[in-house]
Structures are given as structure tokens and as C-alpha cells.
């Protein structure tokens, strides 16, 4: 069983910046392609960013380009968002998760296969403020 725990949420001026970490491990652990997805209240789930764990594959929604990027570090089994030019629309619960079957991250981001990914996180929330 695979364990994502992420971190690195809280409360950030608009402008600002924030790093999002996800944490893998778990006995069985393989490194699938991980992504972000982010839930804000009262709409539907979407997603943010995915990433191959080789690092050299990233696929990025059209509304966090330039402004977010996502990233692994293989020895801490960790992937990363950085959050920059943070907006108040921003703000929503971050997850990460991914799929032993999924090892593309174009994949991960397809429209709807969020629903069938396997391993979640609990979810860490930003908060934007204007």
C-alpha cells in the first residue's frame, strides 16, 4: 500500500508564493506519475499538474503555466508545487495522487481519470487572500 501525505499549505497574499510537498512510501512503493489535483468549495475537482518521476516529463493545466512548477526529488521519494503569482481563484484543498497503472503524466491529467486513480492524499488547503 502506497501512502501519500502532503504538506506545505496555509494562508498567502495574493502575489504571493507557496511550496506544496507530497511525500510517497509504503512497502509496496513504485513510482507511477504523480499529480495535482485542487478542489475549491463548491466546484468540481481539477487538475493542476503531473509529473513522470524521471522529472523530465511535466504536463501542466492551461491556467498554471508560467506560474506554478512541479517537481520530484527522487532520494526523499517527494514531489513538489511551487505556487508562484498566487491568485485569490487559487485557493482550494491541493491534492496529490496517482495510479500504479499510470506511469505517463499526460495520462493523469486526462479529463476525468482523476476518478479512477488509485492513491490519494489527504489534502492540504491554500488560502489566497486578496
Known sequence: QVQLVES???????GGSLRLSCAASGRSFERFA????RQAAGK???FVAAISWSGGNVHYADFVKGRF???????????YLLMNSLKPEDTAVYYCAGDPALKDPLLVGAPGVDRWLE???QGT?????S
Open 8 to 14: 506545505g499549505g496555509g494562508l498567502v497574499q495574493a
Open 34 to 37: 504523480m499529480g495535482w489535483f
Open 44 to 46: 468540481e475537482r481539477e
Open 69 to 79: 512548477a512541479m517537481s520530484v526529488d527522487n532520494a526523499k521519494n517527494t514531489v
Open 119 to 121: 492513491v490519494w492524499g
Open 125 to 129: 488547503l491554500v488560502t489566497v487572500s
